[in-house]
T-cell receptor
Framework: EAGVVQSPRYKIIEKKQPVAFWCNPISGHNTLYWYLQNLGQGPELLIRYENEEAVDDSQLPKDRFSAERLKGVDSTLKIQPAELGDSAVYLC??????????????FGPGTRLTVL | AQSVAQPEDQVNVAEGNPLTVKCTYSVSGNPYLFWYVQYPNRGLQFLLKYITGDNLVKGSYGFEAEFNKSQTSFHLKKPSALVSDSALYFCAVRSYGNNRLAFGKGNQVVVIP
């Protein structure tokens, strides 16, 4: 079974440029998460989707970050414009959701963003 | 609010010796506890979880963890460490009905040959 797929794996951009990350979750997983992981820290949730609905986006900086999951499967996270402080690893995860009784999240390899 | 503390930045252990990675948590209500491992340039991999039932939970790669409600701890253990266990380990917690996981800052484990 394929795991969570993310692309690109690495991205280097100059500040004020836009950038987008793509995630394809495990088949059948209706819950999708985007996390931010700074160096030496644990992941921090940016947004959670249940199917195509964003049910927890309170920690997403909405002035520059946006996300979508139009058909309830794959998702895109966008930053526009990027700032130096956005340099981090962006992780995507998926799960069946707690209502399914199976609680662990499965993570993709992440996208390492460097903003110059 | 829910939170996790992983008090040690790095754990060094000789190959073949027991490995312990400490985790304490704070949560309202019953906790759901998780351990994940992260290898360089890889995503987090699920090791084990405690939801309910037996306080001793067995997981992947010979790891186990013990839930201690009175001490609010969920320490990760392995009886005999391997060099390949060298990685970053994260403890995470959430409460029933809350799908948001709170992660600790992680512990770097170094197994010395």
């Amino acid at each position: 079974e394929a795991g969570v797929v993310q692309s690109p794996r690495y991205k280097i951009i100059e500040k004020k440029q836009p950038v987008a990350f793509w995630c394809n979750p495990i088949s059948g997983h209706n819950t999708l998460y985007w996390y931010l992981q700074n160096l030496g820290q644990g992941p921090e949730l940016l947004i959670r989707y249940e199917n195509e609905e964003a049910v927890d986006d309170s920690q997403l900086p909405k002035d520059r970050f946006s996300a979508e999951r139009l058909k309830g499967v794959d998702s895109t996270l966008k930053i526009q414009p990027a700032e130096l402080g956005d340099s981090a690893v962006y992780l995507c995860a998926s799960s069946l959701g707690y209502l399914a009784g199976d609680n662990e999240q499965f993570f993709g390899p992440g996208t390492r963003l460097t903003v110059l | 609010a829910q939170s996790v503390a992983q008090p040690e930045d790095q754990v060094n252990v000789a190959e073949g010796n027991p490995l312990t990675v400490k985790c304490t948590y704070s949560v309202s209500g019953n906790p759901y506890l998780f351990w994940y491992v992260q290898y360089p340039n890889r995503g987090l991999q699920f090791l084990l979880k405690y939801i309910t039932g037996d306080n001793l939970v067995k997981g992947s790669y010979g790891f186990e963890a013990e839930f201690n409600k009175s001490q609010t701890s969920f320490h990760l253990k392995k009886p005999s460490a391997l060099v390949s266990d060298s990685a970053l380990y994260f403890c995470a917690v959430r409460s029933y009905g809350n799908n948001r996981l709170a992660f600790g800052k992680g512990n770097q484990v170094v197994v010395i040959p």
